[in-house]
């Protein structure tokens, strides 16, 4: 049979700003870990204020939390005082429950001892069932009763699932059950999670990273502007350094899922491995949440007070990635680094028109087939970590970002039916006014061979103009604002190759769907 517990207490005082303000959140974490542990959430007793309790009014709103359909439910709004009357009438219940044996442990969150919560807390002193939670204050008046604390902690430093990750350790650890931490999404409905090494996705921490070095372009590109040019030597420089401690923070976060114990470790490790690059700078950061996970679930399972726990997790994972980062992959990352820009530059060298054929030809097939975020974008990111553009950014704009755009706004003028315009509106809106959505052209392309084609024509063109002319931009742009974001004096070419693969994408699909119409009866 599942062990019980309840949850008992309030937003609080300093807990509030920890947390407590969001009592969804703050609930649905210790949900998730319970039922991780296959622990059952058997009661439920949170008073949810409009304020911290530090002085509140008797006046203010609050809501009262219960048990409802399995999961934490708000009542309705009322007064402090008329909530604190609603919650003592819960409280007795649960005393009931607890000396009839249904419940075997007790959460408490900047519970009330003396008064709002005193039945239940006595009762569970009476039981001797285990007691953890969070409070400075509301546990020692809690101990003083002889209630059995056996995990207890202030609530500094410590995020709402840090608390219930150390909750629910505890208590599995009373209990005798296998329990480990779940990582993911929370709230009483989802869960996914698993080890660290399961959550490495170099999509998603590129991705996240990816507005750091938008902003050190655009920033280049503001610095071209006559008596601007300060910003190149003092902001620009200043950007491209932090650009490490940006991929590592991120990455640690994700990996540690210990939400701000993760992001601090992780700007320590970025910024002690920041000679390394983004490539640096990424290691540090997956060795540090790595590091953060396994040392906090150390700690917790052994009755870490959380504040501790985030203090030596954070800081000494941090401090650790950072040093093997600095001291052993900085050296390896900067040469696989240097030796990517290379083989690019070396390629262009070679034959400027056909490097940027191929890599026009090829970046279609890619982000269809899955491998763009992992393959390409790592080295955009690499070409813009030195000089804040990068050759494949260009293509990326060019090749998929306009010729998405051709084809859509094809679709508008010259649409197969009418169907086809509307959906095609917001897809050319969107890749035009924020340099993304490129995915709206697949419906054409991918009932139309023609269509297809056109889109692998105009990339392939455009991109050979890039090579050619020897531009470099980004995309992830507006489209108005890529052209000065280019290179240096590089501004109308990298226009004249957008609008060419706009221009040839759009003229290939109005042709296709103008045959097609043709071929088909006229739409009633």
């Known amino acids: 049979m599942a062990k019980r517990i309840a949850i008992v207490g309030s937003s609080g005082g300093n807990l509030y700003a920890q947390g407590g303000n969001n009592p969804a959140v703050l609930l649905g974490e210790i949900f998730t870990q319970a039922q991780s542990?296959?622990?059952?959430?058997?009661?439920?007793?949170?008073?949810?204020?409009?304020?911290?309790?530090?002085g509140i009014s008797q006046d203010a709103q609050a809501r009262l939390y219960t048990l409802q359909n399995g999961a934490a439910a708000p009542g309705q709004a009322a007064t402090l005082a008329e909530v604190n009357l609603q919650a003592a009438a819960a409280d007795a219940q649960l005393a009931a429950s607890i000396a009839a044996g249904e419940i075997d442990g007790m959460i408490t969150l900047s519970s009330d001892p003396k008064n709002v919560n005193a039945e239940s807390l006595k009762a569970a002193a009476e039981k001797q069932i285990p007691v953890v939670g969070t409070g400075g204050t509301s546990m020692s008046a809690a101990q003083a009763m002889g209630a059995r604390v056996v995990s207890a902690s202030g609530t500094t430093g410590t995020t709402s699932r840090t608390r219930a990750v150390a909750f629910i350790a505890a208590l599995a650890g009373e209990f005798g059950l296998k329990y480990t931490p779940v990582i993911g999404k929370t709230g009483g409905s989802v869960a996914v999670g698993g080890g660290p090494w399961k959550r490495i996705n170099f999509r998603g921490i590129m991705m996240a990273s990816l507005p750091g070095f938008i902003a050190m372009a655009l920033i280049l590109a503001i610095s071209k502007i006559p008596g601007l040019s300060f910003l190149e030597t003092e902001v620009f420089s200043t950007l491209i350094s932090v650009l490490p401690a940006i991929l590592a923070a991120i990455a640690a976060k994700q990996i540690s899922g210990m939400d701000e114990m993760g992001i601090v470790a992780g700007i320590v490790a970025g910024i002690l491995a920041k000679d390394g690059g983004i490539i640096g700078g990424l290691v540090a950061g997956i060795l540090a949440g790595v590091l953060v996970y396994y040392i906090a679930t150390f700690c917790f399972k052994r009755k870490v007070p959380g504040t501790t726990v985030s203090i030596v997790a954070g800081g000494l994972s941090g401090l650790a990635a950072g040093l093997v980062g600095m001291y052993l992959v900085a050296p390896?990352?900067?040469?696989?680094?240097?030796?990517?820009?290379?083989?690019?530059?070396?390629?262009?060298?070679?034959?400027?028109?056909?490097?940027?054929?191929?890599?026009?030809?090829?970046?279609?097939?890619?982000?269809?087939?899955?491998?763009?975020?992992?393959?390409?974008?790592?080295?955009?990111?690499?070409?813009?970590?030195?000089?804040?553009?990068?050759?494949?950014?260009?293509?990326?704009?060019?090749?998929?970002?306009?010729?998405?755009?051709?084809?859509?706004?094809?679709?508008?003028?010259?649409p197969r039916t009418s169907g086809d315009r509307a959906a095609a509106i917001p897809g050319f809106l969107i890749n035009m006014g924020f340099g993304t959505?490129?995915?709206?052209?697949?419906?054409y392309m991918f009932s139309s061979k023609l269509v297809f084609g056109g889109a692998l024509l105009a990339s392939t063109v455009s991109g050979a103009l890039v090579g050619i002319l020897g531009v470099r931009g980004t995309a992830y742009v507006p489209s108005f604002s890529a052209p000065p974001m280019a290179n240096e004096g590089h501004a109308f070419q990298f226009a004249l190759c957008m609008f060419v693969a706009l221009a040839l994408a759009f003229l290939v699909t109005f042709f296709a769907n103008l045959a097609a119409r043709k071929k088909q009866p006229e739409e009633q």
């Open 332 to 414: 390896a990352a900067l040469w696989l680094g240097d030796g990517i820009r290379w083989i690019i530059d070396s390629a262009i060298a070679l034959s400027p028109a056909l490097a940027g054929a191929v890599a026009g030809l090829l970046i279609w097939p890619a982000i269809i087939g899955g491998v763009y975020h992992a393959a390409i974008l790592p080295i955009v990111l690499l070409e813009m970590e030195t000089v804040g553009h990068s050759f494949l950014g260009a293509v990326d704009m060019t090749g998929l970002v306009m010729v998405s755009a051709g084809i859509t706004l094809a679709n508008i003028v010259m």
């Open 437 to 443: 959505f490129v995915e709206a052209a697949y419906p």
């Open 37 to 54: 542990a296959g622990i059952e959430v058997a009661f439920v007793e949170f008073i949810a204020a409009s304020a911290s309790m530090d």
